[in-house]
Nanobody
Framework: QVQVAESGGGLVQAGGSLLLSCTVS????????MGWFRQTPEKEREGVGC????????WYPASVKGRFTISRDNSRNTVYLLMKSLKPEDTAMYYCAAGRALSLAEQWYQDWGQGTQVTVSS
């Protein structure tokens, strides 16, 4: 059974930083691209970073490029999202997912975590 578990969310002031972690079990981590997504009640789920199995080219949307960095440690089956210069509009539930294709589109990802809440105060 595949398990995806996010951690590291919390409350942070605008301009601050936060490091999210996601640990995966039950699948061959090295065979999968990994993605981070976020969602609020008002918006559709948005991809905020993705990374291939070999930590090659990473992709980000314009809304977070230069502020968010995705990385992975295949020896620990863990993917990270370092978020800097956080803004109130970054407030959302953040999800990690494993997929077979490198994409910021959620339909390419099959295994999802329960999410971790990030709240940025102004």
């Amino acid at each position: 059974q595949v398990q995806v578990a996010e951690s590291g969310g919390g409350l942070v002031q605008a301009g601050g930083s936060l490091l999210l972690s996601c640990t995966v079990s039950g699948l061959n981590f090295n065979d999968h691209a990994m993605g981070w997504f976020r969602q609020t009640p008002e918006k559709e789920r948005e991809g905020v970073g993705c990374i291939p199995w070999d930590s090659g080219n990473t992709w980000y949307p314009a809304s977070v490029k230069g502020r968010f960095t995705i990385s992975r440690d295949n020896s620990r089956n863990t993917v990270y999202l370092l978020m800097k210069s956080l803004k109130p509009e970054d407030t959302a539930m953040y999800y990690c997912a494993a997929g077979r294709a490198l994409s910021l589109a959620e339909q390419w990802y099959q295994d999802w975590g329960q999410g971790t809440q990030v709240t940025v105060s102004s």
